[in-house]
């Protein structure tokens, strides 16, 4: 059965039209879903029950189980390990800033992109997730916290160019004024650089922030770390963001994880800068989040104030991405993986 969480209000209105009910029941539905948060159609009490009962033999409120929570002491970032209904898991991050709160969100379970560094490719591709399954994340991290969530990144596990049309989906979703009515311009969407996809996202007429992943300053040093360098330049990839921002006006972030002896030194950093000149953008440094499964290590703190300044001094807007919950495995990919190697489906 579809998950009704994956219509749009239009789509669901032509759909509440089709089972023979007035158009505007399909807004209620829509505040009991999006708004409201229910997972119960019994509970959507301004329904009569034959409706509700028509509901349920039509469609289905998929659920995740967290099925793990960890809190940060050094800060109070809630990394969650859920659990699809099909028995694999994904994880989400809730963070805490004083501008409001972020949660990242997965996009698929697993990745095949293949980056050497990340944890979430390791095991291949799995399946992509819903429009729903992604809102889900965000919904049940509303209902345990009980907080309001400002911003959303689409930065935890898989690639959401590779899972584009229910990433699309999903934004429309999240952003709709009937619905959780979060502003487009606090979404941001993170792409290892699929540049087909990434020049038809500028199109989608959306107003969120695009992430380059970008990580290394020429061709031959980013075919090491990414093999999607393999199917497009970094050139193509620059020209993508620049298309992005004539389309939306909204500056890409470029993102730079520092590996230690990698990417790191001062010749790659005037690389950088050369490269980055001129395009509307900032470059956001991620200390590298070492792997059990990789010798990469990330560089020490000398190292990246030393990148961050001559980039700094250079014109080029960079900031170091401040680590959140470094105490409960920081990055992508990196809990699901813990959890599936000790003991799958033990809760703690
Ligand atoms: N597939 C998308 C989004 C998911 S990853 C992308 O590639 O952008 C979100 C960000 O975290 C990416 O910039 C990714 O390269 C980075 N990342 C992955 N593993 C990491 C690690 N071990 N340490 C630091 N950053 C990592």
Redesign the pocket.
Known sequence: MKDIRNLTLDELKTEIENLGEARYRASQIFEWLHVKLVRDFDEMSNLSKDLRNKLKNNYEISNLKPVRVSESKIDSTKKFLFETPDGNFIESVWMQYHHGNSVCISSQIG?R?G?R????TIDGLERSLTSAEMLEQIYEIIRITGEKVSNVV???????MDNYDNVIKFVKLLTCKDGLNISGRSVTV???GIVPMMKKFAEEGLQVTL?L?L?APNDAKRRELMPIANSYSIKECLEACDYYFEKTGRRVSY?Y?LVSGVNDNDEEAEELIKLLKGHNGHVNL?P????KERDYKRSDKSRIFAFQNKLEKNGINVTIRREMGKDIDG???QLRRRHNEEAPGVLS
């Open positions: 990745c992109m980056c560094f990340c944890a979430s689409v930065m935890g596990m898989g690639e959401p993170s792409t290892c992430a992943s990580h993102e994880a991620i590298v989040n070492p792997l990055a992508c990919g």
